[in-house]
């Protein structure tokens, strides 16, 4: 609605001016032209108190006081074409500002639309789908393969696997037994399960995440515009030119000629120009910035968040390690190992495959036990791969990481280690961040701490925060003294949503990440590439280093033009004219953030 209505506006200014034109030029109504422009100038000056008031009772100072004494002042000596020059430049100069500041609205759509709906209520042998807000505590629930846990509850059946990945950001399926709690929005794995509800739906983990993107986005964080930094101590040396001039003249017409080339349009229009080529130059980078804010913002973050699974990682289990405990070499277990579970759906069966770079073995009498692992005959011996008290009677020592352990005719022989590989270009990412002025880069994972502490140490982390759920993650933010903020959260799944939002600033990694966490995120990472995130802080320096100065250059000449003003020796309309070169000046300046460096 304040888009929309600082358009009208700034429509309104150009129609009437045209007519006023028409009326003073051609049909030679020089009355009535006056009369139009000084009722519109009135109006328009009442509207900006209005909102100036507000404004200052919000404890901030805007840049439209001295731009309402100035239409007044023009107005108050007759020099209402000068008065027109200013709205057009002041009118001008919000809508643009509000372009600059637009964004999506849909921000939970995505969020809402992928929460569960229904749930399969079990009464005996009876099963009855029913919507998921009738579900109640104490109730018995089927969940099929593959199906979202519809509330938070405990398994009365077992064992199954589930992903956690949404709520968690953990990549790992985890093994879950009958009598082990699940969360809402994990999904279920090979096994169909029964499920006793904890949890009504809107008290689970799933709701509780939408929640708190709702609180997050209904507390935006406080900012001080660049505008409204420079416009104080601008307007009071501009009245207390227009102030000495008046008194030393005693012509008040002299003090409307200050402050008409005092009239604060470069602080109007060369931040938002400079922010929307900042936002475009951006958008060719590959990085959806929602709004100017959010630049001014990013050009000032000193601690960067980082989600680990899918943001420093690549999100995905891939073999890390072959270990043979036999004789057999590396190769020829791995390839047992693919062979065995070529047939399987398995997340890691699939890695496993993908690994292999020997021919697959024919694999007979394949026989997979949910949870547990494969059997095969493969060369006229069974080989197994799964778990270790699946493959083996005797004790095995355990990785830290997720492994598959493999026997062959009843022999162990070793296990297969995966890992989520880290991203190859994060550790420049860390670098080039720390080289662009942030000070402090953490990981808020929901991983386990030896693992997130590793990733953290290889790609240069500073802090490392692990087995954090969302509301941790959200507390981690807040809960970060004042020297290290503002902040800026990275992350690519649902479970970042809320942080994203909490965040001073919010960059999803949406090229794989979840619609929702994109919706919730200032900035939108295209391209599945993490050097972009410190590209979006260079581009956000660049771009407010230009604002600045453009708004520099524009405030140095205004004030030379203030001083020759209160001189008598410029004319009011010559004075607007001047503005607008001003103007021209400043926003052939701030087009500058558009080019790349």
């Known amino acids: ?68 004494t100035a239409v007044v002042a023009t107005l108050a000596v007759g020099e209402y074409w000068a008065a027109l020059i200013v709205l057009l430049m002041l009118t001008g100069g919000d809508a643009l500002e509000d372009f600059a500041a637009q964004r999506a609205n849909s921000e939970l759509q995505e969020l809402l639309n992928n929460s569960p709906q229904s749930a399969h209520k079990a009464d005996g042998d009876t099963i009855t789908d029913v919507a998921i807000h009738t579900v109640d505590v104490g109730d018995r629930l089927l969940v099929k393969p593959g199906e979202v846990m519809p509330v938070d509850g405990t398994l009365q059946t077992g064992p199954t696997t589930v992903n956690e990945a949404s709520l968690t950001g953990e990549a790992r399926p985890i093994e879950k037994q009958a009598g082990d709690t699940v969360m809402s929005g994990s999904v279920n794995g090979e096994a169909s399960v029964y499920l006793l509800a904890d949890q009504t739906a809107d008290n689970s983990q799933y709701q509780n995440i939408v929640r708190l993107v709702k609180q997050a986005e209904s507390q935006p964080a406080k900012f001080v515009r660049m505008a409204d930094r420079y416009a104080v101590p601008f307007t009071l040396l501009a009245y207390v030119i227009a102030g000495i001039a008046w008194y030393l003249s005693g012509d008040p017409v002299r003090l409307a000629e200050v402050l008409v080339v005092a009239s604060p349009c470069p602080l109007i229009l ?86 292999n770079d020997a021919p697959l073995l024919t694999a007979t009498e394949v026989n997979e036990t949910t949870a547990q692992g494969v059997q095969a005959t493969i060369n006229g011996q069974v080989v197994r791969a799964g778990k270790a008290e699946f493959v083996t009677d005797q004790p095995v020592e355990k990785p830290d990481q997720t492994a598959v352990y493999v026997s062959a005719a009843g022999i162990y022989q070793g296990y297969v280690s995966f890992s989520d590989r880290v991203r190859p270009e994060a550790a420049a990412t860390m670098t080039d961040l720390h080289r662009l002025g942030v000070k402090n880069l953490l990981m808020i994972s929901g991983d ?22 969302p509301a941790d993650k959200i507390k981690v933010l807040a809960q970060l003294p004042t020297p290290e903020r503002p902040v800026a959260m990275v992350g690519d799944g649902i479970n970042d949503a809320p942080s994203l939002a909490t965040a001073d600033v919010g960059i999803a990694m949406g090229a794989h990440g979840a619609t929702a966490a994109s919706e919730s995120a200032d900035a939108v990472v295209l391209k599945d590439d993490l050097t972009r995130v410190s590209a979006a802080r260079g581009i956000a320096h660049d771009t407010m280093r230009i604002a600045r100065q453009a708004v520099m250059i524009g405030i140095i000449i205004c004030t030379v033009l203030m001083l020759i003003a209160s001189f008598g020796v410029i004319p009011a309309i010559i004075g607007a004219v001047f503005q607008e070169v001003v103007d021209t000046v400043t926003i052939l300046y701030a087009l500058r953030a558009r080019t790349d460096r």
């Not at 309104?12 to 000084?38: D, R």
């Open 448 to 469: 386990r701490e030896p693992i997130a502490k590793q990733i953290a140490s290889e790609v240069g982390i500073d802090q490392v925060h692990a087995e954090c759920l």
């Open 1 to 68: 609605m304040q888009q929309l209505r600082q358009y009208k506006q700034f429509w309104f200014v150009i129609i009437l001016g045209a007519i006023a034109l028409w009326l003073q030029f051609v049909s030679h109504q020089a009355g009535y032209a006056q009369i139009l422009i000084t009722g519109l100038g009135v109006l328009l000056a009442l509207l900006m108190f209005v909102e100036m008031v507000k404004t200052l009772r919000s404890g901030k100072f805007g840049v439209d006081l001295l731009a309402i």
């Open 270 to 355: 060369a931040a938002p120009i400079a922010l929307i080529s900042g936002m475009s130059r951006a958008s060719r980078n590959g990085i959806i910035v929602k709004t100017g804010t959010t630049l001014e913002k990013l050009a000032q973050v000193k601690t960067f968040a980082f989600d680990k699974t899918g943001t420093i990682t690549q999100g995905k289990l891939v073999v890390d390690q072959v270990v043979p405990l036999s004789a057999v070499p590396k190769e020829t277990l791995l390839q047992l190992a693919a062979s065995a579970e070529q047939h399987s759906g398995h997340v890691l069966a699939q890695s496993l495959v993908a690994a």
